[in-house]
Nanobody, 123 residues
Framework: QIQLVQSGGGPAQPGASLQISCAPS????????MGWFRQTPGNTREFVCA???????RYADSTKGRFTISRDNAKNAVFLQMNNLKSEDTAVYYC?????????????????WGQGTQVTVSS
């Protein structure tokens, strides 16, 4: 398993913006798909968005229009720009990546994961 390193996130007020990023800790082949999931206590990991190497994107309905995923293939990095944050966006956000030729929306579609980053939206 390839370790993905996340950065960014933290506390934010409702309506604010945050960005989190993720990249592998060492050199590796370019992932086909990179994505983001989030998880709250007592719940399963929820799909947020994903992007393919050719920039095909998929978004969960709850984040469409507010969140934007992007990637830098040269750095094998993925970014999540979160705008107009809401309290229900509070969660631990996980970066995920995989080499399979699909833009998956299930945790089992991804073999490589980041360590998780807390995002807390509160006034």
């Amino acid at each position: 398993q390839i370790q993905l390193v996340q950065s960014g996130g933290g506390p934010a007020q409702p309506g604010a913006s945050l960005q989190i990023s993720c990249a592998p800790s060492g050199r590796t082949f370019t992932f086909y798909t990179m994505g983001w999931f989030r998880q709250t206590p007592g719940n399963t990991r929820e799909f947020v968005c994903a992007i393919s190497k050719s920039n095909t994107t998929r978004y969960a309905d709850s984040t469409k229009g507010r969140f934007t995923i992007s990637r830098d293939n040269a750095k094998n990095a993925v970014f999540l720009q979160m705008n107009n944050l809401k309290s229900e966006d509070t969660a631990v956000y996980y970066c995920a990546a995989d080499f399979r030729l699909q833009v998956g929306v299930r945790p089992e579609d991804y073999d490589h994961w980041g360590q998780g980053t807390q995002v807390t939206v509160s006034s």
